[in-house]
């Protein structure tokens, strides 16, 4: 299949390359309009309790819930001055009632609370019409430009200014990105190729692959919710993927035409070979992604989708475009110093396999040592505090983010984040048999330890809201187990009760997560194993991959809690520490590295499968295929580290924690764990890293993947040293 394909792209290179072209224009004019079709967080679901509060209270009257928080300060006036009110007033009576559901402010509802002890300071919550967070937003769109008073400083907060916000944001930090990564990428590749055509080819498929990227996203909002938090990672993926790919076939292109091959013949080589590795990887990660699925909410949904979707887009363009350009190039794409290319050609003893054979002499001591280093960078995961996303992923200048640290200086704690309980009831609320139970029920809530107040905020027909108000960390582990305290509290005779509110929604995040997490773990290892299986007919080989892939991630989880919760680094990364981690942004890292890992683990194994089955020695098909692949992987990692280095230049901090996550496990994974790890475990299993049971070896025999045919023409003599 893949050589046909490579004739096809050689005998209709122009149609293949006119086809990119008309792609991207097309593409990119729908792709751009991604931007106003994306949800909010997507971190919450449906089933959850929280939810289920939130919906039941959306339809009662009374205090808003606050989805949009503007605050009024005055360094002159105070509330109780006439023209203080009549200036707060005029901004929130003129608000179009098609957009606003339900104002509450001070002078509505007479509550003390919502003044500054100074009183000086004001806020007033805004409930949006809208059934879900994207409509909410884009009401408030609509009312944005008119909360503004020539007599009073106001700043706008809430959910739905933030998700405003980070959509804005994302896109600017996306420019950003792209706009530093491209020309660096460029210039990498043109030393790394020595010829500004070869290097430009990688640039151009990466390029699609961003605006793929976009389209795809465009595309699966049609079919589901994608969240804005999503697309800086897909791109990501695209990109990076996109030019490892293209890396590996250049690479195995040049490497073909060296050897003598003619440019029809050297590109049909290179789709047998780079063309199958690239294939098998994409797989691997695509399916490593899939485990994605397994988690209710939208944010890691519309990840997985995503991301398989521009890991794809990657390979397709990978396998389709880059052939026709490698053919209308053909020779003009040799380096600049022909002689040494062809002696790398050839594969003569070079850095790596010196490094391998080095690796290999005391397996033990580097296995053990490496293993050490690993666990030490792991360390300081095992102090890990889970949070999740508030204001503080915006930079300092977000009016969302300064109207949340005012409301936090002025204002009693947590006086926007308070449990909000909905309350149905067998009766009414509003009659004597409903008023008295939904008493009851409030008196046993303000007796739960921890709860400083609680009061009826609404009611309508047999649902009645309560808020009760705390005054620990909200998302801290003390207010989880107040949520469950009040959960415990018995529900009214007859009557059913729903926690919600910003600490229940973490706590049902967290159940969530810890109850489907088994369920991702088994789908990647499963894949993994199956996949591994399948391209080297080892049931070993997965298993030690497998074993490494864990190494890894713990030495990345280390890091970013060394970073992002300890607050180390400020000064070079910019952001606010917040003292925990997003929990989320880990389960992303998770199964992002895990699946480029196996990307890296497919090249190396790849070149160590071909060798072996030339030769049939363990040891010599360790040294050769790492001298074969080494610098092409820390190529393809360099490449992929400088384009997740650009997006963690991003403002967003959620960005910026995926990315130095994933650049730590890239960067380790393609320096101690492939080139210094991996030999010293195949030397240490020897023969057995080719072991599989007799009953699978007639399915690799009928299925596997090869990444050659193992011609006796390109056999090697073995070195002199000897094996195992």
């Known amino acids: 299949m893949l050589d046909l394909l490579g004739r096809l792209a050689y005998r209709r290179r122009r149609a293949f390359v006119a086809a990119a072209v008309l792609f991207a224009a097309l593409a990119g004019v729908w792709g751009s309009t991604v931007f106003d079709h994306l949800t909010g967080t997507g971190f919450t679901y449906a089933d959850s309790e929280s939810s289920r509060a939130a919906e039941l209270r959306r339809g009662v009257g009374g205090s808003a819930d606050a989805d949009v928080v503007v605050v009024f300060r005055s360094e002159r006036t105070t509330v109780d001055d006439p023209a203080y009110e009549q200036a707060a007033q005029r901004v929130l009576t003129g608000l179009p009632a098609e957009h606003v559901q339900e104002v509450t402010s001070y002078w509505t509802a007479r509550r003390e609370d919502l003044v500054s002890p100074d009183r000086h300071t004001t806020f007033a919550a805004l409930q949006m019409v809208g059934g879900d967070e994207a409509e909410r937003t884009d009401n408030y769109t609509e009312i944005r430009d008119l909360l503004e008073s020539p007599d009073l400083e106001v700043t706008v907060g809430g959910p739905a200014s933030l998700y405003d916000e980070v959509n804005t944001q994302v896109r600017k930090d996306l420019t950003r990105a792209e706009s530093l990564a491209l020309p660096v990428l460029f210039l990498l590749l043109v ?335 499963l894949a993994t194993f199956v996949l591994l299986f399948f391209s080297f007919g080892s049931v070993v080989l997965p298993v030690k991959a497998i074993l490494m892939n864990i190494l890894n991630l713990l030495a990345a989880f280390g890091v970013v809690v060394f970073v992002f919760q300890d607050g180390n680094l400020t000064g070079i990364l910019d952001f606010t520490p917040t003292g925990n981690i997003d929990v989320v942004q880990l389960i992303v890292i998770l199964g992002v590295a895990f699946a480029l890992s196996m990307d890296y683990e497919v090249f190396l194994l790849s070149r160590v499968r071909e060798q072996y089955d030339i030769t049939g020695d363990n040891r010599e098909a360790v040294a050769v295929g790492l001298q074969r692949s080494g610098r092409i992987i820390t190529a393809a990692a360099l490449l992929l580290v400088v384009v997740i280095g650009a997006f963690t230049t991003a403002d967003l901090l959620t960005v910026k924690i995926i990315g130095v996550g994933l650049a730590t496990a890239i960067i380790v994974d393609a320096t101690v764990v492939r080139v210094l790890l991996v030999p010293a475990t195949m030397r240490l299993l020897g023969e057995y890293n080719w072991w599989a049971p007799r009953f699978a070896r007639p399915w690799y025999a009928r299925w596997g993947v090869r990444e050659s045919d193992g011609e006796p023409a390109r056999r090697r003599e073995p070195l002199q040293e000897s094996p195992k």
Do not use: C
């Open 191 to 525: 030393v790394i190729f020595r010829n500004v055509r070869a290097a430009l080819l990688p640039v151009v498929i990466g390029i699609l692959a961003i605006i793929g990227s976009l389209a795809a996203l465009r595309f699966l909002t049609y079919v589901t919710d994608v969240s804005v938090f999503a697309v800086n990672i897909v791109t990501l993926l695209g990109l990076g993927l996109a030019i490892d790919y293209s890396l590996f076939v250049v690479s195995r292109f040049r490497e073909e035409m060296a050897a003598g091959l003619g440019v029809p013949e050297a590109l049909r080589a290179t789709m047998r070979t780079a063309g199958r590795t690239i294939t098998v990887s994409a797989v691997t990660v695509a399916v490593a992604l899939s485990s994605l699925f397994v988690f209710p909410q939208t944010f890691l949904r519309s990840l997985g989708l995503g991301g398989i979707a521009a890991v794809l887009l990657a390979v397709v363009f990978s396998l389709t475009v880059m052939p026709a350009l490698l053919a209308m190039l053909g020779p003009r794409a040799a380096a600049w110093r022909p002689r040494r290319e062809r002696a790398e050609s050839a594969d003569d003893r070079g850095n790596w396999e010196r490094i391998a054979r080095a690796v290999m002499r005391r397996p033990i001591a580097v296995a053990v040592s490496v293993t050490g280093v690993l666990v030490v960078l792991g360390l300081p995961y095992l102090h890990v505090s889970y949070g999740w996303v508030d204001s503080r992923i915006m930079p300092a200048s977000s009016h969302s983010r300064q109207a949340q640290e005012r409301l936090d200086s002025d204002f009693a704690r947590n006086i926007t984040n308070q449990v909000e309980i909905a309350v149905e009831l067998a009766a009414p609320a509003r009659s004597p048999e409903g008023g008295a139970a939904l008493a009851e029920y409030l008196e046993r809530v303000r007796a739960v330890p921890g709860i400083t107040g609680a009061e009826v905020t609404g009611a309508a027909g047999d649902t009645a809201k309560i808020d009760a108000r705390f005054g620990i960390e909200a998302i801290s582990e003390e207010a989880r187990q107040l949520v469950q305290e009040v959960r415990a509290v018995p529900a009214p005779p007859g009557g059913e009760v729903h926690v919600g509110g910003n600490t229940a929604v973490f706590a049902d995040l967290l159940d969530v997560l810890a109850e489907r997490l088994p369920w991702m773990l088994a789908v990647m290892v």
